[in-house]
Every structure is written in C-alpha cells, then in structure tokens.
Nanobody, 123 residues
Framework: VQLQASGGGLVQAGGSLRLSCASSGRTFSYAMGWFRQAPGKEREFVAA????????YYADSVKGRFTISRDNAKNTVYLQMNSLKPEDTAVYYCAAHREKGSGYTFIGEYNYWGQGTQVTVSS
C-alpha cells in the first residue's frame, strides 16, 4: 500500500482545508488515520476510522472541527478541517494498517505512511 497525501496549503485562521490521501492499493480492510507533526514536536494522532468507517476517533484538540471520511471505491481518505487555528500548523500525514478492531489512535500500529502535506494557518 502506497499513500499519497495532498490538499495542504496556507490558510487564515478560521478557514478550511480538505486533505486527501490516495492509496495505490485497495483501502478495503485497512484502518486509516491522520497524524501531524509541528516543528520541534513529536508526531501526534489527529483522526482515524475503521475500514468500513463505523469506528471514528478524533484527538480532543480537533473534535468538532475536523471530519475524517473515506471512499473505499476510490481508495481515498479525506480530512475536512474547519475553523482552523494557528496551532493546527503542521505537516499532516496519512497512514494505514490492516484492520484488526483496535489500535486506531496509536502511531506504532501504523505501518504504511504517506509523504506528508504542509498545512499552515496564519493568525
């Protein structure tokens, strides 16, 4: 599985962006997640969902503002980001691991990673 993230950019605080993560292989049976890494900080969990989309998880810092979704027919996962804040500035990575009903929020569970896309939110 090879992942390609896109959709990042520069946006003012309060604005929106939608990130996409396209997979070269089928996303069926893979849990998908988004993580981010700000300068000088560790990579952190943002959002994840199970292969069928029934289990969805968000970091507390993005709940109510970000929405993860997926289209398995297109082998693509999305992250809709609304009400962006300067502290959301980071490189965003999509990731995948074989669905096993757990481990959605743990970075160590993911063994496939995209290259990252930069999101910059100006104040």
């Amino acid at each position: 599985v090879q992942l390609q993230a896109s959709g990042g950019g520069l946006v003012q605080a309060g604005g929106s962006l939608r990130l996409s993560c396209a997979s070269s292989g089928r996303t069926f049976s893979y849990a998908m997640g988004w993580f981010r890494q700000a300068p000088g900080k560790e990579r952190e969990f943002v959002a994840a969902n199970s292969w069928a989309g029934g289990n969805i998880y968000y970091a507390d810092s993005v709940k109510g503002r970000f929405t993860i979704s997926r289209d398995n027919a297109k082998n693509t996962v999305y992250l809709q980001m609304n009400s962006l804040k300067p502290e959301d500035t980071a490189v965003y990575y999509c990731a995948a691991h074989r669905e096993k009903g757990s481990g959605y929020t743990f970075i160590g569970e993911y063994n496939y990673w995209g290259q990252g896309t930069q999101v910059t939110v100006s104040s």
